[in-house]
């Protein structure tokens, strides 16, 4: 198989195998975007932090479609794209956000830090776990998308116990397999999803470039995306089982 492979990649021309690898050098500027998002975090830059965490998730969201058309696969058969993808997102969903939690005065002291360690090895367990996608491509268990997290806490500032005990309930179910919507790749209700991710994604935006300080319709308006994403699919299977 692997020797199919080379055979196959040597026959691409230089300019295709330089496409091709392009687009791993593109997915690991995730990287370099984490750590300029990392430096804003230690200077306190919330606003800019979760910025140039959008800009990362960006890049995560359309490094896939191109690898695909280009056939990077086949064409650069040594470097894998799927181990630098889950490198770049560890440190982008989890790694950074991890810090952000942490340092952000928004937990209690005292379980900040051991919170902080939670989230980076739960985040890391999860990102090995071969199961963390269904069959039907929902996410199995809190899909350690801490970079979200990060954004409620600090959109909603709630007091340091509910800050905490929000934070380790997320780390616990990281290892429960309840079933969390994928915004992209789950059909069911596909539509819906995609415009509740779109609108999701301009109001943050919005709350970003107003530093949090946004109103209570648009607060409401979040909060109410990220329940369909919670619970969108155990509230549709309660209503099939009640119907049938």
Known sequence: MNQDMDQDSSQATPAIRAAAFSVH???????????????????????????????????????????????????????????????????????????????????????????????????????????MKTADNHFRGFPGLWNVAAFYLFLL???????????????????????????????RLRWLTLTLVSLWGALAIYALWKDFDVGVPVTILLCAIALYVVGGDAASRLVRSLKG
């Open 25 to 131: 050098i593109f997915t690991a500027l995730g990287a370099g975007l984490a750590l300029i998002a990392m430096l804003e975090a230690v200077r306190e830059h919330w606003a800019a932090m979760f910025a140039w965490l959008g800009v990362a998730l960006v890049v995560d969201a359309i490094d896939g479609p191109i690898a695909r058309r280009l056939d990077v696969v086949r064409v650069q058969p040594n470097w894998s794209g799927e181990v630098l993808d889950l490198v770049v997102d560890f440190v982008t969903y989890v790694f950074v956000p991890a810090y952000a939690i942490t340092a952000s005065g928004l937990l209690l002291p005292v379980a900040a830090p051991l919170l902080g360690i939670g989230i980076a090895v739960s985040g890391a367990l999860y990102f090995a776990d071969r199961r």
């Open 157 to 187: 500032h709630p007091v340091p116990v509910l800050g905490s005990l929000g934070t380790a309930t997320l780390i616990v179910l990281t290892f429960v397999p309840l079933r969390f919507v994928h915004p992209v790749r789950v059909r």
